[in-house]
């Protein structure tokens, strides 16, 4: 991210989520990011994730400058390069564990069903494949949300708060799930502000009113 | 679904009679009346000033009743769009969670037309069983059958007309689902995750 800043208008007033950001990441390289509400956690993770775009400055994934994409390209750097986990999981109510895990490839006819459910085998969730999100507990939402992140084997894991909404063991069995992720030369971004989920993570990113703290 | 419903069926009813009717024109009474059924104001509709007076009556009744069944899926398409609208409001975040994996605006389009002719579909099967029993049952039972009723045909629903409130149904689902689905096609991602 090289001088990223995003600005909301909120009717009258702005508000500046991002101010002057310059930050890099490795590829394979476990990041958390931490900092109080409010600091621009969420919105750093949306610019790199393609969700948002930037109001000022560059944000360059895996070669590619997002500035610059289309919409289209936006949406299919999305589906083929990231895998975004949220702290309230976001997982769609009427549709069960299996289905969810597969909903980035529902207009595809190759979708991979041994996929998703090898993912949930290894998540230890195969035998809720078939329940809705209304009948699993928090944990079990969030490994689904993760396998379903896991999905289309992207380069870049985005984590939003993943413990936020568990128990600490569960939390912890969240975190190694997402550091495991490392063997496959995943990058991970986690944004979290519990220090103790932080620490697991090799590097740690600290952000005040939307900047970078000099560390 | 249920307005929808109603207008398939109204629009079977009506085309029903009215083909019935154009039979009884084109062909004369004769091949539809039972053979003691004459009435006397059948006897009276032999004179052939009389016959075309009624049956311009009959034909102009139609062609209201025509007017009123497509007025009808007009509303009826209004009421899907509305329908449309709310649960695009209602499902926000889902749409938020689609566009966030990778699923593109004109997937989302998708969804909502798809939803919109399944809707579609399903008031099609009711509305046509209803419009079957209406014209080929009731109908006929109460207006026709040499019990005394105005129309001397009974209605005819030949399958070209089955087909044609699908074509009828499928165009006013796709209209009605069009603003929708460009609406949450639109919608932006950050803003709908957040509901």
New interface residues.
């Given amino acids: 991210m090289i001088d990223v800043s995003r600005t909301y208008d909120m009717g009258t007033s702005t508000v500046m989520a991002l101010d002057g950001i310059n930050l890099s990441v490795s590829r394979g390289e476990f990041l958390a990011v931490v900092g109080p509400s409010g600091s621009g956690k969420s919105t750093l993770l949306n610019l790199i994730g393609g969700l948002d775009r930037p109001s000022e400055g560059r944000v360059r994934v895996l070669g590619s400058d997002l500035s610059n994409l289309s919409e289209e390209e936006m949406t299919r750097f999305r589906r083929e390069n990231v895998g975004m986990v949220f702290q309230f999981f976001h997982l769609i109510p009427h549709l069960n564990a299996l289905d969810n895990i597969m909903i980035s490839r529902m207009f595809e006819a190759d979708c991979s069903v041994e996929r998703a459910l090898r993912l949930l085998d290894q998540l230890g969730l195969k035998d809720r494949m078939s329940h809705l999100p209304g009948e699993l507990s928090g944990g079990e939402q969030q490994r689904v949300s993760l396998a379903r992140a896991l999905f289309n084997e992207p380069d870049i894991l985005l984590a939003d708060e993943p413990t936020g909404n568990v128990d600490t063991k569960m939390g912890s069995s969240i975190v190694k799930l997402l550091k495991d992720q490392k063997k496959w030369g995943r990058t991970i971004i986690l944004v979290s502000h519990d220090m103790n989920v932080a620490r697991e993570a090799d590097r740690i990113v600290e952000l005040k009113d939307g900047r970078v703290v000099p560390g | 679904m249920l307005s929808m419903s109603t207008c398939v069926a109204f629009f079977i009813l009506v085309s029903s009679i009215s083909l019935g009717l154009s039979e009884d024109i084109q062909g004369g009474l004769d091949p539809f009346l039972p053979p003691d059924s004459q009435t006397p104001q059948e006897t009276a509709l032999e004179d052939p000033e009389a016959r075309e007076v009624d049956e311009d009556t009959k034909q102009t009744l139609v062609h209201w009743l025509y007017v009123i069944s497509l007025a009808s899926f007009v509303a009826a398409a209004a009421g899907i769009a509305n329908i449309l609208l709310v649960s695009m409001h209602q499902r926000k975040?889902?749409i938020?969670?689609?566009?966030?994996?990778?699923?593109?605006?004109e997937?989302v389009g998708?969804l909502f037309i798809l939803d919109a002719l399944w809707m579609v579909l399903m008031s099609f099967i009711i509305g046509v069983l209803a419009g079957l029993i209406l014209s080929n049952n009731i109908f006929n039972w109460m207006f026709v059958d040499g019990r005394g009723g105005m129309f001397f045909a009974p209605a005819r629903t030949p399958p070209v007309l089955v087909l044609s409130a699908l074509v009828i149904c499928l165009f006013v689902g796709a209209a009605a689902a069009y603003y929708p689905a460009k609406k949450a096609s639109a919608m932006d991602?950050?803003a709908a995750?957040r509901g």
């Fill in positions: 975040k889902e938020g969670i689609l566009r966030a994996v990778g699923i593109s605006r997937e998708r991602p950050v995750l």
